[in-house]
């Protein structure tokens, strides 16, 4: 069993399913967390549920100043910063490639790869007065297959792979560790938005035909996918730098 203990960690989407089983999950191994997300109440509850090693604190990803804030309350709050989670995403709209708009585009981009990215620059002070620390970046199955009716979505989810293997080279020399989280369809709320835009009305049809593809078939869990990010997280995963690791019941197997 990894340990987080003493370890201080910043999470984004910490009201989503995968962010706020992180959160819970890293708080009992030990860790003391940030856990962010657009609105500050669900996450304000969250933290106040775990204890007081837990804050909760309203960021948009895809603002600088905010994950700025959001790094600097970490220190400030925890003295230290040793991972960070850069985990909040959006689905966007479902559809042809050619039917999106140039905003529908952009606003994936802004929150996907531009709030990565910032989570990344504005981290990266504070985890190098740590001596080193772990950046975990969910991205998706949809970050190593196509997926029609999902091009920006996976276009995004490719453009943070790419980030993550140029990070894990040029940071892998001072300590820092930098790895995707590469989950398959998740039984959340976003699998629940994609099966409806699919097919307005019979998303539980969408649900099956995406299971039956799944070697395990089913989704897999908030849980499961929070226990992967855990591991990346603590020092058990001390060598595993610049690589995917996918929590997908099989999807890519086949
Ligand atoms: N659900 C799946 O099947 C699935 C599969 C693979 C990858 N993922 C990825 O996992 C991550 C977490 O998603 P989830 O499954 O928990 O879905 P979710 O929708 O429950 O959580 C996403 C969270 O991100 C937050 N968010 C959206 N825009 C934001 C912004 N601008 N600033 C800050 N927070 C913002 C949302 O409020 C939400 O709480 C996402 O990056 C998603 O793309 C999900």
């Known amino acids: 069993m990894s340990s987080l203990q003493g370890k201080v960690i910043v999470l984004t989407g910490g009201a989503g399913g995968i962010g706020e089983a992180t959160a819970r999950m890293a708080r009992e191994q030990g860790a003391s967390v940030v856990i962010t997300d657009l609105e500050a109440a669900p996450v304000e509850a969250l933290a106040d549920s775990l204890g007081d090693r837990a804050i909760g604190l309203a960021v948009d990803v895809s603002k600088r100043e905010d994950n700025r804030r959001m790094v600097a309350a970490a220190v400030e709050q925890f003295g230290r910063l040793d991972a960070v989670f850069l985990n909040a995403g959006i689905e966007g709209e479902v559809g042809p490639f050619d039917s999106r708009s140039d905003q529908a585009w952009e606003k994936v981009f802004a929150v996907n790869v531009d709030g990565v990215r910032f989570g990344v620059e504005e981290a ?14 969910t991205s998706s199955v949809a970050g190593l297959r196509g997926a029609a009716g999902l091009s920006p979505y996976v276009s995004s989810k490719h453009a943070v792979m790419g980030m993550m293997r140029c990070l894990a080279a040029e940071l892998g020399p001072e300590g820092i560790r930098v790895n995707t989280l590469n989950p398959g369809p998740v039984d959340n709320r976003m699998m629940r938005s994609i099966e409806d835009q699919s097919s307005p009305g019979h998303g539980e049809e969408v649900h099956k035909a995406f299971s039956a593809r799944i070697p395990l078939g089913r989704y897999v869990t908030n849980d499961e996918c929070a226990a992967m990010a855990v591991f990346l997280f603590s020092d058990a995963s001390g060598g595993c730098n610049g690589n995917s690791y996918l929590v997908d019941g099989g999807y890519c197997a086949h």
């Open 124 to 137: 990266l002070p504070a985890l190098r007065n740590s001596g080193g620390g772990s950046i975990v970046i």
